[in-house]
């Protein structure tokens, strides 16, 4: 309750008229970002238990560590991109179905996505991330590639979880 | 396998000779548009008189009604799969963009990274996305300004009072929460963009949407602020990043289309939210 409360502060501050059309001082821009930046991954904790409670797992003796890629829209996220292995649970936060395209930063060129609600195998595809991406300045991520892959109806206000492992290369490279 | 377009059953974009992007729609060959980055430069002056405001935070105020272009001087490359093929394009040093088109998909991304912006040459500069369509607009557009009622706009128009713009560019830009189009006005065709943060937006010709992507300026504007909208990271200006889905064709079925377009809007401004954990051995039964 206590990070959900500075979280809805923080939400508050960012009401503000500088706030939403972006004519505060830097100072202030700088300050906005590590209000909303702190609140964001604090409310991790939230998410984490929600989920725990959806999944039938609170009493569980593992802890649940959930992380959230606050840099995707720079193709950056620390979490899929340095770990062969790992499970995403994608939320819809509308009140209707939907079906979209997931597109997370990756380091390997080759992935087996594995809906766990379907029971299966989906389709994948890796794109390479523009080489401008890459060179944007602070940008501290090892991903090179991207891996894209069809996410099918989603429930609204629900959420699926798939599961991401890394396949070894299946094709030699050639010296040229 | 050699490929110069990308764009699956429904679109056939490619880069022209000019270096824009250049998108017909298959099914519908009496529509088409081209896409271009543009910029202005930024009013400089002492702030005294009106006539001496300078273009800032608050203000959009270009120095002349010249629009500039590019020079084309980078290279492009083309990535198809099975679920998405795309146009990776760089137009210079600091301007680059996806052009992207998914499997069961009917949108076309732009996805834009812009910056940081060279003043070097100490002129603050502005640069925007044009989508120039074969539709005849006849003067009027779209917007959906402060995101809860669309409004008609007409260029050089107030409905009001009878206007001469003194500053024709500043005076046709308009407020765009998420969503900004035109229509034909002889042919059921519509030709929309959806922005995925506010932004300024006008149609200077008919068939014509201008979008505002990225300022980079040198005085403060006087309206409180106090400072230039000079953003500085990591010793060098800004790069932003940001994606327009453009989406348009015929509107017989106006219905189905509207629909569309509010799936598309929504799917914009709340996108799933994207957990990550650690990989661990989990009941998923319950999961389920």
Same mark, same amino acid.
């Given at each position: ?50 989920? !725990? ?47 979209? !395209? ?75 | ?288």
């Amino acid at each position: 309750i206590e990070n959900l409360e500075k979280f809805r502060e923080a939400m508050g501050v960012m009401q503000h008229h500088d706030a939403v059309t972006g004519t505060e001082k830097q100072l202030v821009a700088n300050d906005y970002a590590r209000l909303l930046y702190e609140n964001l991954v604090n409310n991790n904790i939230v998410a984490a238990n929600s989920i !725990y409670k959806w999944a039938n797992e609170k009493n569980s003796t593992t802890k649940l560590i959930v992380s959230s890629c606050l840099e995707l829209n720079i193709s950056s996220c620390p979490y899929t991109e340095n770990s062969r292995q790992f499970t995403l649970i994608i939320y819809n936060p509308q009140s209707q179905p939907v079906s979209t !395209y997931v597109r997370l930063p990756v380091n390997g060129s080759s992935y087996e996505v594995f809906d766990w609600a379907e029971d299966i195998s989906i389709l994948s595809q890796i794109v390479p991330i523009p080489k401008r991406v890459l060179q944007i300045p602070g940008r501290e991520s090892k991903a090179t590639n991207e891996l894209v892959f069809r996410v099918n109806d989603l429930p609204p206000l629900g959420y699926k979880v798939y599961e991401v492992t890394e396949k070894p290369n299946t094709y030699e490279e050639t010296p040229s | 396998e050699s490929t110069n377009f990308i764009g699956g059953d429904l679109y056939t974009i490619t880069v022209d000779e000019s270096g824009h992007i250049a998108v017909q729609y298959n099914n519908q060959n009496d529509m088409n548009f081209v896409q271009s980055f543009h910029y202005y430069e930024g009013a400089e002056g002492n702030n005294k008189v009106f006539e001496n405001r300078s273009s800032g935070a608050y203000i959009f105020r270009p120095k002349t009604s010249e629009i500039h272009d590019f020079v084309y001087e980078g290279d492009y490359s083309i990535v198809k799969g099975p679920l998405v093929e795309e146009i990776h394009q760089n137009v210079n040093q600091w301007i680059s963009q996806v052009v992207r088109v998914y499997k069961q998909e009917e949108r076309i991304e732009f996805e834009w990274l812009i910056g940081p912006i060279p003043v070097e040459d100490k002129i603050g500069k502005e640069v925007v996305t044009k989508y120039t369509s074969n539709l005849n607009s006849d003067g009027e557009f779209y917007t959906d300004s402060n995101g809860r009622e669309t409004l008609k706009r007409k260029r050089d128009y107030r409905p009001t009072w009878n206007l001469k713009l003194y500053e024709p560019i500043a005076g046709n830009y308009y407020p765009v929460t998420t969503k900004m189009y035109l229509k034909d006005k002889n042919k059921p065709l519509k030709l929309s963009v959806f922005t995925d943060r506010s932004q300024g937006g006008t149609s200077m010709k008919d068939g014509e949407l201008e979008l505002m992507l990225h300022r980079r300026l040198l005085n403060d504007d006087a309206f409180g602020v106090g400072e230039a909208l000079n953003e500085v990271a990591y010793n060098t200006g800004l790069v932003v990043r940001g994606i327009h889905y453009v989406y348009g064709g015929n509107t017989k079925n106006l219905d189905a289309f509207t629909l569309k377009e509010k799936k598309l809007m929504l799917e914009q401004t709340l996108r799933p939210t994207i957990l990550v954990i650690p990989f661990m051995q989990k009941n998923i039964d319950n999961w389920r």
